[in-house]
């Protein structure tokens, strides 16, 4: 299992970064010891960072080692497995030193988009499994657009915020803010709702939180339009192209 710590400064969407030599600057920091990423997560946020510590779902080493298939992967569904392993493969073809958010946007698009593409093929497109797929997706789109206008809204509210005011103060009107998104998920019309509801009900999120969505999502459409209309839906001309452009 790997432990990924995130962090960024409180009162704007800028991320804390660490440098990783030819591989460039990157927003996260990953160990095998969890431990040691507790007591970074702790350490940056005594310092007043907004901090976080998830569990990735899978990791890339960009072709230089093989990648790791762990057990719990053996748990999801057919399409969301062919989606993270595509992800995954698309950071080992096309890499941009120190462009994280082309990266792992470019690397969500194709694995979404491969993904339905080998639904499609081996179930076929009225099947259930490619169905449910698509049902999964569009949910996830819309949790997601919500959280990428929270942190356009966020963004603002940061420019705002008087220089002046008491850190305290500072703090309270943030909380309020972030509730505000937060509660306006119950808004959304969801397929699963079950899945969005209470996602937030034990903690509220902090910036790191809207950062990752804008680090993985905000790009989405950018890819689709571009495939689109350049390539006129071909995937694979698509990532063959990027692949020349963009060597990894």
């Known amino acids: 299992m790997l432990w990924a710590v995130t962090a960024s400064k409180p009162f704007a969407l800028e991320p804390y ?14 160990y095998f010891d969890s431990t040691r990423a507790y007591q970074l997560r702790d350490r940056l946020a005594e310092e007043g960072y907004d901090a976080d510590l998830y569990n990735p779902s899978a990791w890339s080493t960009l072709g230089w080692f093989k990648d790791p298939v762990l057990s719990n992967m053996l748990y ?105 998104i937060v509660s306006a998920i119950d808004t959304l019309s969801f397929a699963r709702p079950e899945h969005y509801r209470q996602v937030f009900a034990e903690e509220l999120p902090n910036n790191t939180l809207f950062m990752s969505y804008r680090r993985y999502r905000g790009k989405q459409g950018d890819f689709e339009k571009t495939c689109r209309e350049k390539f006129g839906n071909d995937l694979r001309r698509y990532v063959a192209y990027l692949k020349e452009k963009f060597p990894a």
């Open 17 to 30: 970064t660490w440098h990783y030599g030819p591989f460039g600057s990157m927003p996260y920091r990953g």
């Open 76 to 180: 999801w569904s057919e399409g969301h497995l062919a989606a993270l392993i595509i992800h995954e493969m698309t950071h080992g073809t096309i890499w941009l030193t120190g462009e994280v958010d082309y990266n792992e946007n470019l690397a969500d698009f194709v694995g979404d988009y491969g993904a339905k593409l080998y639904l499609i093929k081996k179930y076929g497109k009225t099947s259930k499994e490619y169905l449910d797929f698509v049902n999964s997706l569009s949910d996830s789109e819309k949790f997601s657009q919500h959280l990428l206008r929270g942190a356009q809204s966020l963004d603002k509210f940061y420019k705002q915020l008087p220089e002046k005011l008491p850190l305290s103060e500072k703090k309270k009107r943030k909380t309020h803010k972030i509730k505000q």
